[in-house]
């Protein structure tokens, strides 16, 4: 018996020892904390502008910033050039028609030739395939006319609406084909936030998020926009989503282009969240109140920045391990607590 009891005295402090200190914390259910984004402002409408037709660029006098007006005259090309085109379709239209009333008096010349039994079918068919052939052409230079007459009416480059001048792709003297653009605008005085936003942060706006946003300008007082377009395809990179969130009304110190900072206005019920690293398999380790580990399953939720929503499986005042999970075992006694 005395043999018995040495060996309990000698193992009772063992034990005492091997129960390493834990780093945990305590479970509370608080709002969650959202970080500020940073954006930029640009306008919520945009058009980039392009000559229907192409030429050189004969004048050009914006600089970006400019304020436009509903058709003002941007840009033009050059005059001479889309003249001459025109002039050289109508000659071109004159040679073809006249090309086609002479075949077309052959062939009526031919027919009565033939009906007289003078020509044969042969020349015949040659005639009205030359006649055919006349007209054709002539309808293609009619045809070509039209478009020389349309680029001449198209050498002005108007603005479509009242906007101010974003960015200008071209200088005078560019030869431009159609559709090139040579200016774009913003159109209307609407602006809008334009912010990456991780993709852990999606699961907590849906379109109408208010957000709060914050100017770097001296003097520009805090707005708040709501979120009007969450754009589809993610960066790879980043895993970051880019939104769009409205500014109505913004006041003239929030000029486009200036930075901006945004914050997630939420009034969400508070959530229990732990740190990622606390979470193995969808299950944690909870510290007893005899001071074991015990893993217990969860439900998981979004995932924020560093930390994970815990929707279920664990109660305000637990203790949970944080740190040091993948070397913890079931009943495993555990030392005091370290934050």
């Known amino acids: 018996m005395r043999a018995l009891a040495l060996l309990l005295a000698l193992t009772l402090p063992l034990h005492a020892e091997t129960a390493r200190p834990v780093v945990t914390e305590i479970v509370s259910a608080d709002a969650v904390q959202v970080r500020l984004f940073t954006g930029v402002i640009e306008a919520e409408h945009q058009s980039a502008l392009a000559f229907q037709t192409a030429g050189r660029v004969a004048s050009l006098n914006l600089t970006v910033g ?20 025109a002039e050289a379709a109508r000659a071109a239209l004159s040679s073809a028609q006249a090309g086609a009333e002479l075949a077309q008096a052959s062939f009526d010349r031919v027919t009565e030739l033939n009906a007289r039994g003078v020509a044969s079918t042969q020349v015949l068919d040659a005639a009205r395939q030359a006649r055919d052939t006349a007209t054709a052409q002539a309808e293609a230079a009619a045809a070509n006319l039209r478009r020389a007459l349309d680029a001449e009416g198209f050498g002005a480059l108007t603005a479509p609406e009242d906007g101010v001048v974003l960015s200008i792709a ?19 005085s609407g602006r809008e936030a334009v912010l990456d936003l991780p993709a852990d942060y999606l699961p907590l706006i849906g379109l109408d998020s208010p957000f709060r946003l914050y100017s770097r300008v001296t003097g520009a007082e805090p707005l708040t926009g709501h979120l009007r377009l969450i754009e589809p395809v993610a960066d ?26 945004a914050e997630l206005v939420t009034d969400a019920a508070p959530v229990i969240t732990l740190p990622r690293e606390a979470v193995t398999g969808g299950k944690v380790w909870v510290v007893t109140a005899d001071r074991k580990a015990s893993l217990v399953p969860v439900t998981l939720g979004a995932t924020l920045g560093a930390r994970i929503v815990v929707t279920q499986g664990l109660s305000e005042g637990q203790e949970v391990v944080v740190k040091g999970v993948n070397s913890l075992t079931e009943g495993q006694e555990l030392g005091e607590r370290v934050e």
Do not use: C, F, N, Y
């Open 66 to 85: 400019d304020r436009v007006t509903r058709g003002q005259v941007l840009a033009t090309l050059d005059q001479v050039t889309l003249s001459e085109d």
């Open 170 to 188: 071209v200088k005078p003297g560019t030869v431009v084909s159609a559709g090139t653009p040579v200016v774009t605008l913003a159109l209307g």
């Open 236 to 261: 790879t990179a980043t895993r970051s989503r880019r939104i769009h969130v409205t500014l109505p009304q913004a006041p003239d110190l929030w000029r486009i282009g200036a930075l901006v900072r």
